[in-house]
Structures are given as C-alpha cells and as structure tokens.
C-alpha cells in the first residue's frame, strides 16, 4: 500500500479556516485547532487519518475505506441485517465506507425482530438454575473449569448470540456515525481480526452484553464468572483509528448484575480491547464512561507487537484498565481521567503497566475523588515502566511513579527504551482539558464535513 497523502487542498484549508471563524464568533475560538480529527475533508466517511497522529500515522498511515472507496461501496445502514450485508459485501478486500444512521440492535434477527437471551437458549438444553446447580463449589470444587452436559449447553447458547452479535470488519474499511443521528451500535461487538487499515469513529457503543458468562472457579482465589465480548475487539489487527466514540454500559449497569457463588454475574467485558500482536493504533478523542474492564492491550505476557497511543480520551466513571498494557509501546497523552464514583462504577486504578509494557505518560489530567489516593492511579507487576511528564492531578504537577512506588512492593519502573515522536496536537499544559474534552470528545460532536461542533459542557455523561 502506498503511504497516504496528508497535504489538505486549497478549499479544504479554507474550509478549516472558515470553521474556526464560525466557532470564534460563536464564543467557542478557545478550542483548540490542533486537534488532529479536525482537518476539513469532503465528508466524515472519507476522511483519513492525520499525518503524525499515534501509532496509526506510522508506516502507510491510516486510511481505512476513506481513500479508495467507489459508489458501489459505500453503505448507509440503519440495521443490523444492512450492516452485516455491507460488512460482507464483495469482492473481499474492496474498499468500503459503512454510514451507520440512528439506533442499530445487534440482538435482532434477519426480519429485525428483537431477540432476548431466552430465544439464544431455546433448544440447548441450557438453563442457568441447572448450570448453577452444575457447577456449585460445594459439590463441583474450585480446581477445574467446568465440563458437561450444562457447560456444553451454555457454549452452544453463547455460539448463538455470537452469530448474530458478533460482527466481523474486514480490512480497508472506514465504520462511521452520521452525524445527527445518534448512531449507535447496541449489544454487538465489532471484531477488528486479522484486518488491517480499518476507521471506527463518531458511534455510541452501548450494552454489549453476554447472555451466559462462564464460571472459571480458577480465576483468582474465589473464581470468576467471564463473559465473552467487547464493544471493539482487536485481535491481530493493525493500522486502527478509533475516533470520537462513545463506550458505555448503559442501560444495563453492572450495579444490576446479581451474584453467584460469591462473585458478581459479569456480563460485560470490555470496551475497546486491543490483543493478539495487533499493532499501530490511534485511539483519540473517544469517552469511556459507565465500564469496569475498559482497555487491555495485551491478552496475555506472551503477546506482541502492540504499539498504541492513546490521547484526548476521557475516562469517567470506569473501574480499571483504562488501559492495561502488557509488552507493547504505549503512549498516553492529554487525556482526562474522573475517578469519582459513577452509576455503581468505583474506581479501582487508572493505568497497569505490566509483562514489561514500556508506557509513556505525558499531559494527562486527573480529577481526583475524596475516596482515592494519587498512589492508587497506577498499578502492576513489578515488571512495567511508565516515563512521562507535565502529568497532573487536580491541577497540581505529580509524579505519578513515585507515589505508587512509595505505597507498593512491586515497583514501577520510571524509564522506557523508547521515544515517542508521533504526537500530533500534543501540548505539555494539560490545565484546560476537563473543559475542553466535556466539549469535544465522544460521538456526535463531529460535523459530516469532519470538523467538531462542540457540545455544551453541562457535565452529562451518558453511555
């Protein structure tokens, strides 16, 4: 692939000009135009990723579907039958722009009838009265997985909803929001495997719910229940630019899950998960909001590759991993973390560095609740680093290493063995960055013509 030209046309400068124009004269010329999701294009489907903007701009760029796309592969779909039809239109590996307009329900069936998880289980044989009877510690034990008729059935259940939740992206595609719709993408899973060059931006992701978690009694010393899908899911993936997205569980919060066995019925996984060696991706100006298990990057301390930035998100009323790194080169910067309790969801840490992951920290804002301590922000194995600067919380300059390390055994490494040098919009005062990311980041904010349209800053979250 040939690397992607980033020099904008004489109308589209002036575009950008008359863009900032308008918002001077609308009292909003204190945001800043350095954002890189900003560039003025023809329309928010064509748009391709800056020049030095995160991992993505590395090597051929980012371009997803925007650069090459012809008519016949451009897609506007308003379920989620037109949106699986465009996924997998042919030939394989053209080209395509899918314009997601309003509400698209994963949980339907080809007709768009809403399916529940009674209908996944019909037939299976599944019942979780008669899986939880299976598999009770008391007579089962806490020292294998569970296997059998009953464990058969819940896979075979799972396997149903995963057909028709789960929902493959192939390689050079762009999936955006029309702007003004409220596109959003509830209870499916967009699975980025194996695919390369691919654009999500300007969704809502909500609820992306597991009917029939899985008891691991193995999963740390009282077991687990795990559930199988993220809201975004990178495996093998690379070149990715995520962009102006909305995460968020609601309105199923975790605060409504009951328990079993002594441990919480987790029906959610993650957010935006980015594993299994992929590599080169951008994830900007996204809000993640109302999750516990945000953002791993890194399945496992064998993983690989995994070189991600990570700026002007907000993390607000999440619990953990927001991310948590294995390996990789990670870079965060000018993002905006809220630790205060929200909808059920208390914070547990901000960033783990671990199985060597090698993080940079730089210009990020903490706003930090009355129930949390500075040491707790960071967490780990004793085997990552996490470099940076210009860092603060509440305003106030910290050094977020030392703090964790003078409260831990397992010490946090303060150097990393890389430099960071895609850092497009980067600024080392992060002082303005709650006001400025209430207003700029997450779906629907963006203009068809790909410039922001700032929302109020009333505080709302929603996800």
Same mark, same amino acid.
């Given at each position: 692939?040939?690397?992607?030209?980033?020099?904008?046309?004489?109308?589209?400068?002036?575009?950008?000009?008359?863009? =900032? $124009?308008?918002? !001077?004269?609308?009292?909003?010329?204190? /945001?800043?135009? &350095?954002? %890189?999701?900003?560039?003025? #294009?023809?329309?928010?489907?064509?748009?391709?990723?800056?020049?030095?903007?995160?991992?993505?701009?590395?090597?051929?760029?980012?371009?997803?579907?925007?650069?090459?796309?012809?008519?016949?592969?451009?897609?506007?779909?308003?379920?989620?039958?037109?949106?699986?039809?465009?996924?997998?239109?042919?030939?394989?590996?053209?080209?395509?722009?899918?314009?997601?307009?309003?509400?698209?329900?994963?949980?339907?069936?080809?007709?768009?009838?809403?399916?529940?998880?009674?209908?996944?289980?019909?037939?299976?044989?599944?019942?979780?009265?008669?899986?939880?009877?299976?598999?009770?510690?008391?007579?089962?034990?806490?020292?294998?997985?569970?296997?059998?008729?009953?464990?058969?059935?819940? =896979? $075979?259940?799972? !396997?149903?909803?995963?057909?028709?939740? /789960?929902?493959? &992206?192939? %390689?050079?595609?762009?999936? #955006?929001?029309?702007?003004?719709?409220?596109?959003?993408?509830?209870?499916?899973?967009?699975?980025?495997?194996?695919?390369?060059?691919?654009?999500?931006?300007?969704?809502?992701?909500?609820?992306?719910?597991?009917?029939?978690?899985?008891?691991?009694?193995?999963?740390?010393?009282?077991?687990?229940?795990?559930?199988?899908?993220?809201?975004?899911?990178?495996?093998?993936?690379?070149?990715?630019?995520?962009?102006?997205?909305?995460?968020?569980?609601?309105?199923?919060?975790?605060?409504?899950?009951?328990?079993?066995?002594?441990?919480?019925?987790?029906?959610?996984?993650?957010?935006?998960?980015?594993?299994?060696?992929?590599?080169?991706?951008?994830?900007?100006?996204?809000?993640?909001?109302?999750?516990?298990?945000?953002?791993?990057?890194?399945?496992?301390?064998?993983?690989?590759?995994?070189?991600?930035?990570?700026?002007?998100?907000?993390?607000?009323?999440?619990?953990?991993?927001?991310?948590?790194?294995?390996?990789?080169?990670?870079?965060?910067?000018?993002?905006?973390?809220?630790?205060?309790?929200?909808?059920?969801?208390?914070?547990?840490?901000?960033?783990?560095?671990?199985?060597?992951?090698?993080?940079?920290?730089?210009?990020?804002?903490?706003?930090?609740?009355?129930?949390?301590?500075?040491?707790?922000?960071?967490?780990?194995?004793?085997?990552?680093?996490?470099?940076?600067?210009?860092?603060?919380?509440?305003?106030?300059?910290?050094?977020?290493?030392?703090?964790?390390?003078?409260?831990?055994?397992?010490?946090?490494?303060?150097?990393?063995?890389?430099?960071?040098?895609?850092?497009?919009?980067?600024?080392?005062?992060?002082?303005?960055?709650?006001?400025?990311?209430?207003?700029?980041?997450?779906?629907?904010?963006?203009?068809?013509?790909?410039?922001?349209?700032?929302?109020?800053?009333?505080?709302?979250?929603?996800?």
């Amino acid at each position: 692939m040939s690397a992607p030209s980033h020099r904008r046309s004489p109308a589209a400068r002036r575009f950008a000009l008359l863009g =900032a $124009a308008v918002l !001077a004269a609308a009292g909003l010329g204190a /945001v800043p135009l &350095v954002m %890189s999701a900003q560039a003025a #294009v023809a329309d928010l489907g064509h748009a391709t990723l800056p020049a030095k903007d995160g991992w993505a701009a590395a090597g051929s760029g980012t371009t997803g579907g925007g650069a090459a796309a012809d008519k016949a592969h451009v897609f506007t779909v308003t379920d989620r039958a037109g949106l699986v039809r465009a996924l997998k239109a042919g030939p394989a590996g053209a080209p395509r722009i899918i314009q997601v307009k309003g509400l698209i329900d994963a949980n339907t069936d080809d007709s768009g009838k809403p399916l529940d998880c009674a209908d996944y289980a019909s037939g299976t044989g599944y019942s979780l009265a008669g899986y939880l009877k299976a598999y009770d510690p008391a007579a089962w034990g806490r020292s294998k997985l569970p296997s059998g008729p009953q464990e058969d059935a819940r =896979a $075979a259940a799972q !396997a149903r909803q995963a057909a028709r939740v /789960v929902l493959p &992206v192939p %390689s050079r595609t762009t999936v #955006v929001g029309v702007p003004g719709t409220g596109a959003t993408i509830t209870g499916g899973s967009l699975q980025l495997k194996d695919a390369d060059n691919v654009i999500v931006r300007n969704l809502s992701f909500t609820d992306t719910r597991d009917c029939f978690p899985q008891w691991d009694p193995t999963d740390g010393s009282s077991g687990n229940w795990n559930s199988a899908y993220d809201s975004v899911t990178l495996r093998g993936a690379t070149h990715v630019w995520a962009d102006h997205n909305t995460f968020g569980d609601g309105p199923h919060y975790d605060r409504s899950n009951p328990a079993y066995f002594g441990r919480e019925y987790q029906v959610h996984d993650g957010a935006l998960d980015i594993t299994k060696a992929s590599d080169l991706v951008t994830v900007e100006y996204n809000r993640f909001t109302n999750h516990d298990k945000t953002m791993l990057i890194g399945s496992s301390d064998n993983d690989t590759k995994l070189r991600v930035t990570l700026h002007h998100n907000v993390f607000q009323g999440i619990v953990q991993r927001a991310p948590l790194a294995r390996v990789g080169q990670i870079h965060l910067y000018n993002n905006y973390y809220a630790t205060a309790q929200l909808n059920g969801y208390t914070a547990s840490y901000s960033i783990n560095a671990r199985a060597g992951a090698q993080v940079v920290a730089q210009g990020n804002y903490w706003a930090l609740s009355a129930d949390r301590k500075v040491s707790q922000l960071l967490s780990g194995d004793g085997t990552g680093a996490v470099a940076g600067s210009g860092n603060l919380v509440d305003g106030k300059v910290t050094d977020l290493v030392a703090a964790y390390n003078a409260a831990n055994s397992k010490k946090i490494k303060a150097t990393v063995n890389w430099t960071p040098t895609l850092t497009a919009g980067y600024r080392a005062d992060a002082t303005g960055l709650p006001g400025e990311l209430a207003r700029t980041a997450g779906a629907g904010v963006l203009t068809a013509a790909g410039t922001v349209a700032p929302r109020q800053a009333t505080g709302a979250v929603t996800g």
